[in-house]
């Protein structure tokens, strides 16, 4: 079975540019999270959508930080502009919300460098 | 505001020495709990996880894990260590309420061959 699904799996980009990191989800899944992880902060929680309404967004860090769910079967994380602090780990995860146990699975990152 | 901790923030450990890493939350409802491990490089992968019954739970690779209510904690065991083991380890805690789960700061294990 897929897993969740990230791209780019790694991108280098200019200050000043605009960013955009795509999901997609395990299907049937119908909660979606976007995570960023570096060493300073660890891994921090930016948004998580049910069935594709965003339900918290109070971990994204600015206005620059926004994000779609467009569909079940899509998401974007976007940085505009971007700057060099937004460099990290980016994951989507997704889950089951009501199955037994509540797992989140991950993708496998996009690594964003802003130089 | 709920949150899980972490206490230990590195760790290193010679191969078969007995680990134990220590997890605590704060949310005064019913929780669902996690440990979940991330090779380097890699993302992170399930390596167990508690929603009810036994508060002793056996995960992947000889990984278990013990839930105690009182004391708000999830702390996460293995007898013997492997050198293999070395990744970094992150305990989540899911409120019953709603689908976000909050993650620890985690903690790096080091095993030394």
């Known amino acids: 079975d897929a897993g969740v699904i990230q791209s780019p799996r790694h991108e280098v980009t200019e200050m000043g540019q605009e960013v955009t990191l795509r999901c997609k989800p395990i299907?049937?899944?119908?909660?979606l999270f976007w995570y960023r992880q570096t060493m300073m902060r660890g891994l921090e929680l930016l948004i998580y959508f049910n069935n594709n309404v965003p339900i918290d967004d109070s971990g994204m860090p600015e206005d620059r930080f926004s994000a779609k769910m467009p569909n079940a079967s899509f998401s974007t994380l976007k940085i505009q502009p971007s700057e060099p602090r937004d460099s990290a780990v980016y994951f989507c995860?997704?889950?089951?919300?009501?199955?037994?146990?509540?797992?989140?699975?991950f993708g496998e990152g996009s690594w964003l460098t802003v130089v | 505001a709920q949150s899980v901790s972490q206490h230990n923030h590195h760790v290193i450990l010679s191969e078969a020495a007995s680990l134990e890493l220590g997890c605590n939350y704060s949310?005064?409802?019913?929780?669902?709990l996690f440990w979940y491990v991330q090779y380097p490089g890699q993302h992170l992968q399930l390596l167990l996880k508690y929603f009810s019954g036994d508060p002793l739970v056996k995960g992947i690779k000889g990984f278990e894990a013990e839930f105690i209510k009182s004391k708000f904690s999830f702390n996460l065991r293995k007898p013997s260590v492997q050198w293999s083991d070395t990744a970094e380890y992150f305990c989540a805690v899911k409120r019953d309420r709603d689908d976000k789960i909050i993650f620890g700061k985690g903690t790096r294990l080091h095993i030394l061959p």
């Open positions: 995860a997704s889950s089951l919300f009501g199955s037994s146990g509540n797992t989140i699975y």
């Open positions: 299907s049937g899944h119908n909660s």
């Open positions: 949310y005064g409802g019913t929780v669902n």
